[in-house]
């Protein structure tokens, strides 16, 4: 009976115990699962992680293939339009055996007076008879036919004059208009300024001179690499190809500001353009996952910016 007593309260503590087991167990079960969840979970974000960033890359490389294939028929086409030097034509010789009446007027066959015998001496026997038979005729073959002497004063140029035997001009063709020279270019009138020459290349951007503008701001950047300024000068340069619809010039810029110049203050402003560009060329994964990116890379960005996220993934209808 003692045994018993004794016994009674271990028996008690292993039975709760053993009540106790199955629960702890079960929930050690389902941490596991959680745990292995959580893993997995992990591990499909970092593929889409790598999958963008590997996406992003191969992005870039084919903007930069096609901005050196810009840059390449920019060059060809600059050096194609250069005006070949005329070369002068050679002025016709005059032959020396040729007969000029000017050096020689007394030789035979030069242009002669009317009414004056040649120098040379007297009518010969032969041609005497001919001239008084001409001469009596004259007067009565003339007569009736000759018009009146005023209106040959008149109509006829003067006969005391040597009569020219040169042939007639050929009337002169119009002579050609020259053609207008280009006006001098905006990009290349500098003031050495970096601050004023900024505000002049971004006057036309707010003139909506996009042209002039696109000849400034690269004048800009090419003459002042290194000013603080640069990054703002690219993205408005994007911004005047985006407004003439060369969308693959402004994505290009757009790029680099967004990746060279990523601590501006355009660089928000320029991924942004950088998403729209992209879905206006049809590659709106890429697009997608460039605004993805914007809220990732900048989220301090401004509520506009960020708004303007909001607009272009229901435009390229982005996945939530």
Request: aromatic share 6%; proline share 9%.
């Amino acid at each position: 009976m003692l045994r018993r007593l004794l016994l009674a309260p271990f028996a008690v503590s292993g039975l709760a115990l053993a009540a106790a087991c199955p629960a702890a167990a079960q929930d050690a079960a389902e941490f596991v699962v959680r745990l292995n969840r959580l893993e997995n979970q992990s591990r499909q974000m970092a593929g889409q992680i790598e999958s963008l960033q590997y996406e992003n890359r191969q992005l870039k490389e084919q903007l930069r293939k096609f901005q050196e294939d810009v840059e390449f028929r920019f060059q060809e086409q600059k050096g194609g339009q250069r005006p070949a030097a005329a070369t002068p034509q050679p002025k016709p010789q005059k032959r020396s055996d040729a007969f000029d009446p000017s050096q020689n007027p007394g030789a035979p066959g030069a242009p002669q007076a009317l009414g004056s015998t040649q120098g040379s001496g007297a009518a010969t026997p032969s041609q005497a008879p001919r001239s008084a038979a001409a001469a009596a005729a004259a007067p009565s073959t003339t007569a009736a036919l000759a018009p009146p002497r005023a209106a040959i004063e008149d109509d006829t140029p003067d006969y005391g004059e040597p009569v020219d035997l040169r042939p007639p001009s050929r009337p002169a063709a119009a002579a050609p208009a020259p053609a207008p020279r280009p006006s001098a270019s905006v990009a290349a009138t500098g003031t050495g300024d970096a601050k004023a020459d900024y505000e002049v290349a971004y006057a036309y951007v707010l003139q909506r001179q996009y042209e002039q503008a696109e000849m400034s701001l690269r004048q800009f950047i090419q003459s002042h690499p290194r000013d603080a300024l640069v990054p703002d000068a690219t993205y408005w340069l994007g911004e005047s190809y985006l407004q003439r619809n060369r969308t693959r010039e402004a994505a290009e810029q757009f790029l680099k500001v967004s990746t060279d110049y990523a601590r501006s203050r355009k660089a928000p402003d320029a991924m942004l353009k950088l998403g729209a560009s992209l879905n206006a060329l049809g590659a709106r994964e890429q697009a997608c996952a460039t605004l993805a990116e914007l809220e990732r890379k900048f989220p301090q960005a401004s509520s506009t910016v960020k708004q303007g996220v909001d607009r272009e993934q229901r435009r390229a209808r982005c996945a939530a």
